[in-house]
């Protein structure tokens, strides 16, 4: 078969959906600026959605802000201070992330 399909992996407690055309036990990755972080489920062409609450919130070395959210694992999330201040979050903030399934890295 040739070309990448769409596919269900599961990582840990997440069922992600993912494009892939390998098999068998792999690793998932999901890069920390390729998650969207709303406060309500967004009408998008994203597959993947999880809600979760911030466990911490850091600035990062290139003046950016780190969220660890917990969505039943931790996802670590690199936004703006302009959005984290727009989205009002603080720990404890429901939060839902989204992401795109090609933004998954299978391998």
């Known amino acids: 078969e040739t070309g990448a399909g769409p596919c ?6 997440l069922e992600l959906q993912v ?11 999901i890069p920390p600026d390729d998650i969207l972080v709303s406060a309500a ?11 979760g609450r ?3 919130i850091s600035e990062d070395a290139r003046g950016g802000v780190t969220l660890r959210v917990d ?6 999330v690199r936004i703006t201070r302009a ?10 903030s429901p939060v839902v992330l989204t992401v795109k399934a ?6």
Do not use: I, K, Y
């Open 102 to 107: 090609m933004a998954v890295r299978v391998f």
């Open 8 to 13: 269900v992996v599961r990582a840990g407690p």
């Open 54 to 56: 911030v466990t911490r």
């Open 83 to 92: 959005a984290l201040e727009e989205l009002g979050l603080t720990l404890g």
């Open 41 to 51: 489920p967004l009408r998008s062409s994203a597959r993947n959605q999880f809600a």
């Open 19 to 29: 494009v892939t055309d390998r098999t068998g036990p792999a690793t998932v990755a």
């Open 71 to 76: 969505v039943g694992t931790e996802l670590t």
